[in-house]
C-alpha cells in the first residue's frame, strides 16, 4: 500500500520561503514519477513540478526559477523548495506518484495519470 504524506505548508509573506515534503512508503519501484500539484478554491489543481526516477525535472512556466523539485531516495522522500513567493501561490498542495507513466516529462501535468496521492498541505502566502 503506497501511502504520500505531505509537510511543510503554512503561512509566509510574499517574498518569503518554505519546503515542502513528501514522505513516501510502501513504494519501492525502480521507475517513477512524482509530481507536485496544487488546488486554489475554485480552482482545478495544477500541475507544479514533476521528477522522474532518471531525476529528470519538469516545472510549470509560473514557477520557472523560484521552485525547485528534489528526491532524497535514501528517505523516500520528495522535496519541493519554494522561494520567491507570490500571494498566487495560494493553494493546497499535493504530493502525487506512479510507476506506470511511460514518458513522465511528456504526461506530467495530467492529474490523471498519477495513482496515488498525499493528503495535502496548505501554503497561504499574504501580500
Known amino acids: 500500500q503506497v501511502q504520500l504524506v505531505e509537510s511543510g505548508g503554512g503561512s509566509v509573506q510574499s517574498g518569503g520561503s518554505l519546503r515542502l515534503s513528501c514522505a513516501a512508503s510502501g513504494y519501492t519501484y525502480s521507475s517513477y514519477c512524482m509530481g507536485w500539484f496544487r488546488q486554489a478554491p475554485g480552482k482545478e489543481r495544477e500541475g507544479v513540478a514533476a521528477?522522474?526516477?532518471?531525476?529528470?525535472?519538469s516545472y510549470a512556466d509560473s514557477v520557472k526559477g523560484r521552485f525547485t523539485i528534489s528526491q532524497d531516495n535514501a528517505k523516500n522522500t520528495l522535496y519541493l523548495q519554494m522561494n520567491s513567493l507570490k500571494p498566487e501561490d495560494t493553494a493546497m498542495y499535493y504530493c502525487?506518484?506512479?510507476?506506470?507513466?511511460?514518458?513522465?516529462?511528456?504526461?506530467?501535468?495530467?492529474?490523471?495519470?498519477?495513482?496515488?496521492w498525499g493528503q495535502g498541505t496548505q501554503v497561504t502566502v499574504s501580500s
Open positions: 521528477i522522474d526516477s532518471d531525476g529528470s525535472t
Open positions: 502525487a506518484a506512479d510507476d506506470s507513466v511511460k514518458e513522465c516529462m511528456e504526461w506530467w501535468l495530467l492529474p490523471g495519470v498519477f495513482g496515488y
